[in-house]
């Protein structure tokens, strides 16, 4: 339990202070132009065609945060920050960053979407290439801390033939294959998205274990003849009605006797803990028309209701690291 005092309370209402302030440095690609030289304010205000009261006040908020290094008057991205923030970097979850900063208009629309409801919205879907290219690109940076972990952790030797639906560039897939020599897998995603995994792909040496399949699983009927089906980071994203009809063409494209596994946030019966899990779930409160956070017991209940049995949740966890998995009798 917390133990709140009038400090720490308005402490968490100035919290998004310091978000902006990331926020509109990661809007500006301040971290990747200072990532390359130290640079003076002058230069700055140059090249990003900004004022020069309010770039030297935002530059000096990311130094005393610790983001920036200000000396002798000129700015510089420390390295571990570059990393993570320069568009340059490998590494980057620049692309997240700004996801991240996208959200911004629809958690300010927060009161009044709990006074009257969310607009209805479609699932995200990038309408430019390069953007799509470079969120699913950070997706993968994120996720395949994770993979590895997930694939061992599940114990699918038995499992010959793996379906990972909305596997973007085939991350976990990816996982599943190396830690299962005996494995197939079959990726099931967007079109745009298939076709940065098959670049991705390219030099991983996996090909020949793997098959890209094009389409969308609220449309389409996903590829049948699979003993393992991976669902991944999905269901938060939809209303129990889609989850179901989704859960039922996993259904049919399992084998007897076939696995579902599901990697999401389970919230617990009270649906307060993890913290990570309640406050992702006004995240998708504000981003999508159905979208929420499920506990075990939902999970559960869904997953009956399309036919499966038994149902078990063999990981809880704090981060978007709960398991479940339950089988096709």
């Not at 310091?18 to 301040?30: G, M, Q, S």
């Not at 090249?47 to 130094?63: E, F, N, P």
């Not at 079959?186 to 998205?193: A, S």
Request: glycine share 6%.
């Amino acid at each position: 339990m917390n133990s709140w005092t009038p400090e720490s309370l308005l402490a968490v209402t100035r919290g998004f202070m310091e978000a902006r302030v990331v926020l509109t440095a990661v809007e500006l690609d301040l971290f990747t132009l200072l990532s390359r030289s130290p640079t003076s304010l002058e230069e700055l205000i140059s090249a990003l065609k900004t004022t020069s009261r309010g770039t030297a006040i935002l530059l000096d908020a990311l130094a005393g945060m610790g983001l920036l290094i200000k000396r002798d008057d000129r700015y510089t991205c420390p390295e571990e920050i570059a990393r993570l923030l320069s568009a340059d970097s490998p590494a980057t979850v620049l692309p997240m960053a700004k996801h991240a900063a996208s959200l911004w208009g629809r958690w300010s629309e927060l009161t009044n979407i709990v006074r009257e409801g969310a607009a209805d919205r479609p699932p995200a879907v990038f309408e430019d290439k390069e953007e799509l290219a470079a969120f699913i690109g950070a997706m993968h940076v994120v996720a395949k801390r994770f993979a590895e972990t997930v694939a061992a952790q599940v114990q699918a030797g038995a499992s010959t033939n793996l379906l990972d639906i909305g596997g973007a560039t085939a991350t976990y897939a990816e996982a599943f294959l190396r830690q299962y020599p005996r494995m197939r897998a079959t990726v099931f995603d967007r079109p745009p998205v298939i076709e940065l995994a098959r670049k991705r792909l390219a030099d991983t040496g996996l090909m020949d274990r793997l098959t890209l399949v094009p389409g969308d699983f609220y449309t389409d009927e996903l590829p049948d003849g699979h003993d393992l089906a991976l669902l991944s980071a999905i269901i938060h994203q939809n209303s129990p009605e889609q989850n179901l009809d989704l859960y039922k063409k996993v259904f049919r494209a399992l084998t007897p006797g076939g696995r579902i596994l599901i990697r999401d946030h389970v919230m617990s019966s009270d649906r307060t803990q993890p913290r990570d899990g309640a406050l992702f779930a006004v995240n998708m409160l504000v981003a999508t028309s159905g979208g929420n956070c499920y506990t075990f017991e939902e999970i559960q209940d869904s997953l009956r209701a399309a036919g499966f049995t038994p149902i078990r949740l063999l990981q809880s966890g704090e981060m978007m690291n709960a398991l479940v998995e339950a089988c096709r009798p």
